[in-house]
């Protein structure tokens, strides 16, 4: 005799349930039940986990059944519901789109009305009240394929329950049936749902009562415990197996529906794809397609066309084309991306003849994945292209992926600690060891390191259970950007809610949860580089000597520049994609990447993944010894000849000269090495995905060495490629992503080696992005020799633009937008009225009419140097403006002008601006000066110190002592990595900071306080020329920029306050560093 | 350090010079803070204590001068006009005032000028200052413009245009100042260097919840001793009303003529203030008192006094009779504890526990408000009570206990050397006691600390007896077998 448990409560109903669907799912293996069903709470969220899970289960398995809870508002008691088949199952996801539409975000609100609506074919459980004599109406109402619920959870009075049910049962003429009420999958979870409900109802442990369940008895029992429980009334326990028996529903019946829309009456889709395809060919190949082209393609429609997804490229090539139509920059990326047929239907523009074709790999290896296509656009306007995805598809059809956010090391142990009673600060500490929001478990040194002594009882308690929280899900969010479409409505297939932004909606299920049931999402991704480059190609073009010239394209960037390439291989690389990183700038020069490939390999080996691997010296070795000798040969891994041919790997690890370095490398080689059935490679690739918030690749661990080392490869090999997986795991960076990102990497550094003053521009007007705050990229373009001119209320745009100066030079004028505070509209105005020329400052207030605060904006940032008027000058007569007209009735009358004309007057000059202040006065409104540097006035001081200047270690020989001095710029802590990487910068360049972790402890406060530094330590210099100092001691000298606005002669200080107005760090004379994880 | 919260964040709000000497600083962010020096002595700021504080310090500076107001949040101003001599010419009144506050624990510091924002500013920039009659403008010149303290935006607009101290604005044309900061700053200007002066504000104290009477004849009778607290109850309760509220704590003195004073208090459960309530109260206590109250020769003056004092909410009364009932059960409460003692009325007030021995505890009945308590059980309409009213003291063991494995109830016990038969059963209740007590370190299965789980049965025995007891522990934990126990008696 068996059991099957239906009410369980996962942790997908946040913060109810304490165990995640999967474990639900494997103790019910382990308990020999017949099924188990998974209801939480109005939500089919966490469904498609258990659903993983059981599917790739060994041996006799329990039978899955999916459903939810349904919780009313109208008072109705719970009831559970479980679909008999696809057409019910699609009821209930449309059922909960219903409560959750009419919701706020993330609440369902349902009543009793509704599920009769959507009634048939769902097999329901109605959960018993208090008073169990109040559902008799809401029994007859359901009639037949209905349940009544009895538990046994040692309430005290559970015999006289239960037999007043079995009778209440029998008048009603519905089978009773035996339930646990399970909130976690064994008796050891008790008391994290004890501290999960704590956290829900936002009370202490100490202060939740009868918040908390009474016992612990709410977990899945053996059968034969519930056999006994249920001794009074055994047709109970046998009636969850009748109930399971009427339920032939599973997930694998989902599938998806692609939309048709995009094919024309009267053709195929996969014949318009065909049409299109060679049509594309045509125009990317005017002088004839190659027949390999040619032949990659036609398989490529084949193996889409077995697949019955020619519907999905049609969809991405439709989203393209409409971008494309509007002047809008995007690149495709992802397995499916880098296909001959993409790169003809214009989603990438990735040369297939260029890089190796990657589609071919996957149609080989990946027949279940459904393909995956990631489309990049300009940040500023990727909403354009959402809003004509909501236009095409309408919001029944298309919906965002949901994002689950879980719980990690900062939030569980912030809101662990607070059941536990700890206060805030404590809390506080302990999160602010976690240097970003990554990582896994808190482990004893953070602890330590956050001044809590880890013996402390409380605080230890807290964090174990706030390890155990982690990786719970906390909320569904919606993802940035991944849409599924439906040729129908959606809801049927996923329960649909809105998300934060008017008009948007998300689906209940993430991208993992997606990839299980195969199916198919576009990502409608932003990316603040394409912005940038489509930018600097209109002021390219604005700008062109002879203005004939065709617009440049991504395609059409003249390929394999030495120039460009020598730029990136000297690592000039202030703003270029992607290799901009401390890490990346310091592996060009060592790589020396002369095609696109290397660029390729570029970005993908600074990666977790290759780092942890182990794979990142050998390789860099193989490739110093090729640049010297062309014929090299290297050795592969290879397996005992008794087991398979030496060069198995050959064709695997070519391009990468025996080493493995992308993820789809090391999922080859589980496959060819270390023989991974499908089925196998497939739970490991899962778990790679999914590694972060589950965990489960140490199960494959055993597997994949062990194979491997009895197949006769290296063991050290083997072990490292796992921990390569292991890496990918927690930041995947396959290469047909990388394929994609190198070719912007070469488009960017194009642009930034021949039109220097258009890429600083494109920069700038595109920021925020990447790494680099204004200051550098200006600094970078002056080394480059494009002349820079300040923002100026008389010259300048909203954006950064180039004019020619008096001599006839193309130089960057710095745009308005740089002024910290200054808004665009008020930039238009000054644009627009500009037309009629400015004659003075009197006449550009009076016509622009600028509220006076955005004039002393302008004035504050010096741009009124263009009247003749400095910033002291140029403030001074800001301020003796009348105040903003209150009426803004009669604001349009006469402007400003409408006021009394003020006299002319005859004031005495205001003191001198020292260059000193002047420079940092440019720093606090333009985050920039053009006037000079801060350092440069301390120099004196630094020189008498025997300080360094950042330009000056390149002079000092390998392993000197030099003490040097500077801003800190970007403070950067890879997340695996033992050093902190922090980047100083003077007035003769930037200096390249190296830190160990162990010497981090002892120098927390200096790192993470100091505006200014000062760094003692050894010089290391690599044979490429890479610079570093390797820190052995850190100053705070934060405290002489007090110095650059000191006066020669002190004022008196109020003295029972050593320092009012606050520590000089906090007078904002540089902007904060950028600090990266 | 004192921290403060500001912007929705942690800030420091005043630090020890220590602390400034680490390069922290008022304003800072908390957390900055601390992930710069640790470990932090951090105290959350009292503002309300603070000014608290600053009051008493005023009203102790009473004696140099009645004009002593309140330069907030950390200042005195003394108006000294004509007092300066009587403590020796100025130098040395500065002197005393300064040294004498220095005495009690505080730093201060302090200047006199000619007007109150001079001295305002030299006491915090040159203290020690005094400046000679009409010289105050040479006393500010050199201090920086920060000591005009004229708004930030003021401020700003000085300081971006180069000028740094008040010397150097001074020199500007007013017309050319007041065009650019208003007119209100050329006034402040003019206030610093003397040209003008602003009155000081004096403070004012909120009026005492207190009624005396005085009389020419010291008084002995009972009667007239009753008819005056009739009448001072009468006066209290006016003010009480007037300021919207009721007494908790009332105290009694009387004063005789020979210097004794002899004082009652009464406590109530509810704000008060209708005079024969307080009355009845205080006779109450009176004629309660084991050594009555001797008049002696007579008292000359009797105060009463509200110690404690609520504000009440405007009462509807309606027709509510429980309301009714309630408010008729506080006045037994105070009238059986101005007898009794307040210790000894006591009330039930239920806790939010599962565990049957901690769901209720007894405190002073007027301490606790009467209304929040909820005693609302789960609980099936007809069902019999789950628990006894009242429970043992302590759960007392019995023994010979039969009973099924795992979970049945005893079919038979001992208790008090008596054997008992049981007839009916119910149960169990299982009630898992509170892991989170139990001290780190102690496994699962060693719960002495927070004790064992237990299954509750509701027994009614042969002879009709009903008890409530429990299995301390399940069988299948730690190997024993469990002990039982009896916890309480059904009516």
Known sequence: MSYAELAVTTNFSFLRGASHPQEFVTQAQALGYAAIGIADRNSLAGVVRAYGEWKGMEGARPQLLVGARLVFRDGTPDILAYPKNRKAYGRLSRLLSIGKLRAQKGECLLDFADLLDYRRGLQLIVMPPLNPESIKPVLARLGSNTWLAASMLYSGEDRRCLRDLAKLARTARVPLIAVNDALYHHVERRQLQDVVTCIREHVTLKDAGKRLEANAERHLKPAKEMQRLFRDCPEAVAETLCFARGISFTLAELGQRYPREPVPRGKTADQHLRDLTQAGLKGRYPQGVPQKIADIAEKELRFIAEGHIAHYFLTVHDIVRFARAQNILCQGRGSAANSVVCYAIGVTAVDPTEVEVLFERFLNTNRREPPDIDVDFEHERREEVIQYIYRRYGHRRAALTATVIHYRPRSAIREVGKVFGLTEDVTGKLAGTVWGHHGDELEEHQVRQGDCDPGNAAVDRAVSFANELMGFPRHLSQHVGGFVLARYKLDWTVPIGPAAMDDRFFIEWDKDDLDTLAIMKVDILALGMLTCIRKAFDLIHRHAKSGKEKKLALATVPQSDPATYDMLCRADAIGVFQVESRAQMSMLPRLQPRTRYDLTIEVAIVRPGPIQGGMVNPYLKRRTILRKDKNAQFPFPAPSPKYGRPDELHAILDKTLGIPLFQEQAMRLAIVAAKFTSEEANGLRRAMATFRHVGTIHTFEQKFVGRMVARGYDGAFAQNCFEQIKGFGSYGFPESHAASFALLVYVSAWIKKHYPAAFAGALLNSQPMGFYAPAEIVRCAREHDVIVLAPDAAFSDWDSTLERNAVGELCLRLGLRQIDGFAESHARIVMEERSYGYPSFADFARRTALPKRALITLAEADAFRGFGLDRREGLWAVRRLPDDSPLPLFAHEGNRGATPEMGAENIAPLPRMPDSQQVVADYQTLRLSLKGYPTQFLRPLFDAEQITSCAGLAALPDGARARVAGVVLVRQRPGEGTAIFITLSDETGIANLVLWESRFAALRKEVMGARLLLAEGKVQKSPEGVLHLMVENLIDRSADLSRLYADEAPLPAPTHMKVKGGHPSNVRVLPPSRDFH | ?491
């Open chain 2, 1 to 491: 350090m004192i921290s403060q919260k500001a912007n929705n964040a942690l800030q420091v709000h005043a630090l020890e010079a220590r602390a400034q000497t680490l390069g922290l600083y008022k304003g800072q962010p908390l957390a900055n803070a601390r992930a710069m020096v640790q470990p932090l002595a951090i105290v959350p700021a009292d503002e309300k204590a603070d000014a608290v504080l600053v009051e008493g310090i005023a009203d102790w500076c009473d004696r140099f001068t009645p004009l002593a107001s309140l330069d907030s949040p950390d200042g005195l101003l003394l108006d000294i006009t004509g007092a300066a001599h009587l403590f020796g010419g100025e130098t040395a009144m500065l002197a005393t005032v300064t040294q004498s506050i220095a005495r009690q624990g505080f730093a201060v510091q302090g200047a006199i000028a000619g007007t109150s924002l001079a001295a305002h500013a030299l006491a915090r920039y040159v203290p020690g200052t005094i400046t000679p009659r009409g010289k105050d403008a040479e006393a500010v010149t050199p201090l920086p413009i920060t000591a005009l303290e004229c708004g930030d935006k003021s401020l700003r607009a000085l300081r971006h245009a180069g000028l740094k101290t008040i010397g150097q604005v001074g020199t500007r044309l007013h017309s050319e100042l007041s065009e650019r900061l208003g007119a209100d700053f050329v006034t402040r200007l003019k206030v610093m260097l003397g040209a003008e002066e602003k009155p000081l504000q004096p403070r004012r104290a909120l009026p005492d919840l207190m009624a005396e009477q005085r009389f020419a004849e010291p008084i002995v009778t009972e009667e007239t001793i009753v008819a005056s607290l009739l009448q001072l109850a009468q006066h209290l309760g006016e003010i009480l009303e007037r300021q919207g509220r009721g007494a908790r704590m009332l105290e009694a003195a009387f004063f005789r003529v020979d210097g004794k004073v002899a004082r009652i208090t009464v406590r109530t459960g509810e704000p008060l203030r209708d005079p024969k309530v307080i009355l009845r109260l205080l006779r109450q206590r009176l004629d309660a008192l084991a050594d009555p109250l001797d008049p002696g020769f007579g008292f000359d003056l009797i105060r009463l006094e509200a110690l404690l004092a609520e504000e009440t909410r405007p009462a509807t009364i309606s027709f509510d009779s429980n309301e009714n009932a309630r408010r008729q059960i506080g006045f037994l409460v105070d009238r059986l504890a101005a007898r009794f003692g307040d210790a000894r009325v006591q009330r039930f007030v239920p806790q939010d526990t599962h565990i049957p021995e901690a769901a209720s505890v007894a405190v002073p009945a007027q301490d606790s408000d009467f209304a929040q308590q909820n005693w609302s059980l789960k609980r099936r309409p007809g069902d019999p009570p789950r628990r006894p009213l009242r429970l043992l003291g302590k759960p007392e063991e019995i023994s010979a206990v039969l009973a099924s494995v795992p979970d049945g109830p005893p079919s038979r016990f001992r208790w008090r050397r008596a054997q008992f038969d049981v007839a009916r059963a119910e149960g169990p209740e299982r009630i898992a006691m509170e892991w989170w007590r139990r001290s780190v370190g102690e496994s699962q299965s060693d719960q002495n600390k927070a004790g064992l789980t237990r299954d509750y049965f509701r027994v009614e025995t042969r002879d009709g007896q009903r008890f409530w007891l429990y299995r301390d522990g399940l069988y299948q934990q730690n190997g024993l077998a469990p002990r039982w126990y009896l916890q309480g008696l059904f009516a």
